[in-house]
């Protein structure tokens, strides 16, 4: 039985087809081995969003390359975003790599190493749309898992590459997700993620051309086992009332919205080419403090020809806006996109120095809001132990990008237990409390 062993970079929807992947090769009888010296087939599924992704990439690929030289290593197989893009340059400059697989040709896998055992070199980039269906092998705790729910983007948004890698949008049939949903809560998952490049599209590329994450949503909420649920990377034009409504009116939905800004500025906007305006965003903010639900977005400093007063503004509303999550970036030129090209380019001093002031300005807001939740008592899902503390996430936490709930508790617990916490403290990021009812 042939040994695979595989490094998942990026992000959750890459982490999906990489569980995909494995859960192919387990179903084909390799050997999954979690330490790279053991596997006979190293897989390196990449990303190539932004410049530090693609450096991680190569460095990775590159380290596991050695592999063939210090451990079992006999083929050497890199996937994904970076893959997709740049099969050329890789198969040019990395010799050690014995396949190359874009993102839209893993159904292909199984056949395409058996090539590449046969002294092959097979490279597959082409595109597709078909979506990979069957068992998956999770990477995540057996108690929480993300589902994609469509690929590609069609937003094309300026500074973004991931139009050009993935292609169009395509929603995935609805029925699959459900089906996919459902074996997930069977296995034992609790929580599930909805994840996409933009989930608050999803269905509109069907020939009815109407917004299906809503139904969607109430669909998966029906499912035994399951306790919690939550949709991450929306996209403003796209949130619509029905959506905000069944986030806030089903039991098992999380009253968490991950709303990627990245600017508030009309003119920057437009630059980006990103759709709504500022009073499109305010309406949103408001309609979802109304309802009680829990913001997080995604901002981006130093995009071509913003001005200082236009990163003033945008400062000045984040401030008032007072997001319960956040993070920030500066502007990466990426190869291909129209932002690249455009004049006016920031200088990176000028652009660390913006971003450094407004998680400055954020660390202190999210601070002060964390303290307002002390003396709160919250469900939390059991992450682990250390340091002495019981650690995890209550409904207003995403798993792998947020903070955590650190506390004590009188009885043993395990990861995936639910346990109710009083809040007692709080710092930046986290939360401090204790155990009130390990049993909930």
């Not at 042939?2 to 569980?19: F, H, I």
């Not at 069609?154 to 395509?170: D, M």
Request: hydrophobic letters at 40%.
């Amino acid at each position: 039985m042939k040994t695979v062993g595989m490094v998942s970079l990026g992000c959750s929807k890459n982490r999906v087809d990489s569980e995909m992947m494995l859960g192919m090769l387990r179903e084909a009888g390799y050997r999954i081995v979690a330490r790279p010296a053991e596997a006979e087939i190293i897989i390196v599924n990449t990303c190539g969003f932004i410049l530090p992704a693609k450096e991680e990439s190569i460095d990775t690929i590159l380290e596991m390359a050695e592999y063939k030289q210090t451990g079992r290593c006999r083929l050497l197989v890199v996937t994904g975003c970076l893959a997709q893009r740049y099969a050329n340059d890789l198969l040019g400059e990395i010799p050690e790599i014995d396949l190359l697989m874009g993102v839209a040709s893993y159904e292909n896998l199984i056949g395409a190493i058996e090539q590449a055992l046969k002294g092959e070199r097979p490279v597959l980039t082409g595109e597709g749309n078909r979506f990979l269906c069957g068992p998956r092998v999770l990477t995540t705790p057996s108690y929480s898992a993300y589902v994609k729910i469509s690929d590609g983007c069609s937003n094309r948004c300026t500074y973004c590459a991931i139009p050009l890698i993935r292609g169009g949008y395509r929603s995935r049939p609805f029925d699959d997700i459900v089906n996919e949903c459902r074996a997930l809560t069977g296995g034992g998952a609790t929580e599930l993620t909805l994840i996409a490049q933009d989930t608050s599209r999803y269905g509109n590329d069907f020939p009815e051309g109407r917004l299906l994450l809503p139904g969607l949503l109430r669909a998966v909420h029906e499912l035994d086992g399951l306790r919690w649920l939550r949709v991450l990377y929306c996209y403003p034009d796209t949130v619509n009332e029905a959506l905000l409504d069944a986030i806030a009116s089903l039991p098992k939905a999380c009253r968490y919205l991950d709303l990627p800004l990245q600017h508030v500025n009309d003119r920057m906007l437009r630059l980006m080419n990103r759709r709504g305006s500022q009073a499109l965003i305010r309406r949103l903010v408001k309609d979802c403090r109304d309802r009680g639900i829990v913001m997080r977005t995604t901002l981006m400093v130093g995009f071509p020809g913003e001005t200082e007063a236009e990163y003033e503004e945008m400062l000045a509303f984040m401030r008032e806006a007072r997001f319960d999550r956040l993070g920030a970036f500066a502007f990466s030129p990426e190869e291909g996109t129209p932002a690249a090209e455009m004049p006016d380019q920031i200088e990176e001093d000028v652009k660390q120095d913006r971003l450094d002031r407004l998680m400055s300005a954020q660390q202190a807001i999210s601070a002060d809001l964390m303290r307002q939740r002390v003396g709160e008592t919250c469900e939390v899902l059991v992450e682990g132990f250390r340091r002495g503390r019981w650690y995890g996430r209550s409904r207003l936490e995403a798993p792998e990008i947020d903070g955590k709930v650190l506390f004590t508790s009188q009885k043993k617990l395990k990861p995936g237990e639910y346990v109710s916490v009083r809040v007692t403290d709080a710092s930046e990021y986290d939360l401090i409390g204790e155990a009130v009812n390990p049993t909930c």
